[in-house]
């Protein structure tokens, strides 16, 4: 049996009662059994001293495209068509598996040196390239494979991925993998066919795994979809079986009230991404108090580190409540405690893990501990407020998914970060033509 113990910390533990206790976190294989003071000696095979820290529950990023790592800063302000078209398209369509290893590791390096333990992602070789690349750095990962059935299927034919999708979904099941939950990821009702949403809505539903796809992302898209079949995304979505209880909706910044209250009748969870929505100016802001009133589930999501230019959910916390603040010109609207709640535990809940998200006797012990004694982060009178407004990614000194320490003081222990970094520059020199580089 392998246990861990984090002496001395404060622990925001995000449970029912979102309790605030100082003392100690104990792990046994990988599960909490003891939160707070733990009476007499008990010795652990490893001790983190948490003097000056903050411990809370792993953070969960509900919508990543990882390997777009290698796109960071690439074709940054322009209108997002020609961003698309001139930019994004062409490098992607270079990538080949060394390249989205590289750029794989580079975004698993830098979720696990900011405090990220889950991931919900969207992409391709999935199975290929992501699942083992996890396996290695020991990130907690839900793979959605991506699909696009425009210019590639046939109309009223399902993507010719399914197949392939079901046999990794249980064979991940029949594995009783600890990291890796394959999903289907049909990329969008503008993109994709009513049959491809209906067999991955039968892979959902069967296997009880995600549906992840974009919903009303941008106005354009909702107007597409309205004038191609008579029906909004979300209606779409429900026309073809895929809103249901495991379906996670990215984005959603064009959906109507009518809309939030379908979503949340459905069971459906949100994906919330504002740096990404801001930065490609979609104009639409997810009504996330309306949601939320609809008992729908929204966690946050960065997007690619193409569109926000992070992976950094502490920035999207802060971003998250102001942009609801600000467009509702209400400072209350969506308070620290309530975002912190969307970045830990409303999450796991979207991805149906009720043993993730909080710190409590029986959890899974997805960790993380952030370093208080930095300036920035004193005074303290309310550690949520400073979790929400004041900290960053750099603050996060540990990290722990299952019980197992993959960054301590700092230090990521499970991948070479000078390597890792290293092998994404090349790749990226390589795949990204120099003509269309600022600095070439």
């Not at 941008?218 to 597409?224: I, K, P, Q, S």
């Not at 700092?410 to 269309?436: H, S």
């Amino acid at each position: 049996m392998s246990t861990l113990r984090i002496r001395n910390a404060t622990i925001v533990t995000q449970d029912d009662a979102r309790r605030i206790l100082q003392g100690d976190v104990f792990v046994e294989d990988g599960r909490i059994t003891h939160v707070g003071a733990i009476a007499g000696r008990k010795e652990a095979d490893r001790t983190i001293d948490g003097t000056g820290q903050v411990v809370l529950p792993g953070l969960v990023n509900l919508h990543t495209h990882l390997p777009m790592t290698l796109f960071r800063g690439y074709g940054d302000d322009l209108h997002l068509e020609e961003w698309l078209a001139t930019r994004i398209w062409p490098a992607e369509g270079k990538l080949d598996a060394a390249a989205m290893k590289a750029g794989t590791d580079l975004g698993l390096l830098e979720l696990i040196a900011s405090g990220t333990t889950s991931f919900l992602d969207m992409y391709w070789l999935e199975e290929e390239v992501l699942a083992p690349a996890c396996r290695s750095a020991g990130v907690r990962a839900w793979l959605g494979e991506g699909m696009v059935d425009v210019g590639q299927t046939e109309a009223g034919q399902p993507n010719k991925k399914l197949a392939a999708i079901e046999r990794f979904v249980k064979s991940a099941k029949a594995a009783k993998d600890p990291l890796i939950t394959p999903c289907p990821a049909p990329h969008g009702t503008y993109t994709c066919h009513d049959a491809t949403y209906a067999e991955s809505a039968r892979i959902s539903h069967e296997h009880g795994v995600p549906l992840h796809t974009h919903c009303s992302e941008t106005r354009t898209e909702v107007y597409d979809v309205q004038a191609r079949t008579g029906r909004r995304p979300v209606a779409q979505l429900a026309h073809t079986g895929a809103l249901g209880k495991h379906s996670v909706l990215a984005h959603a910044g064009w959906v109507t009230k009518e809309e939030t209250r379908s979503i949340g009748q459905a069971g459906a969870s949100v994906a919330h991404c504002p740096v990404s929505n801001l930065k490609l100016a979609t104009g639409g802001v997810a009504p996330v108090p309306e949601l939320h009133e609809a008992g729908v589930k929204v966690g946050l999501g960065t997007d690619g580190a193409a569109s926000n230019n992070t992976l950094d959910l502490w920035e999207t916390m802060k971003f998250a409540a102001l942009v609801q603040k600000n467009h509702r010109w209400d400072a209350t609207v969506l308070p620290a405690q309530r975002v912190l709640d969307m970045a830990t535990r409303d999450g796991a809940d979207a991805l149906h893990r009720p043993d993730l998200g909080r710190i409590a006797v029986g959890a899974t012990a997805d960790l993380v501990m952030v370093d208080f004694r930095r300036p920035h982060l004193v005074p303290r009178y309310d550690a949520v407020s400073h979790l929400v407004y004041a900290a960053g990614g750099r603050d996060v000194s540990t990290t722990i998914v299952g019980g197992k320490v993959l960054m301590a003081e700092g230090r990521v222990e499970t991948l070479d970060a000078g390597k890792v970094m290293a092998a994404a520059q090349r790749e990226a020199d390589r795949i990204v033509p120099k003509a269309t580089r600022a600095d070439s």
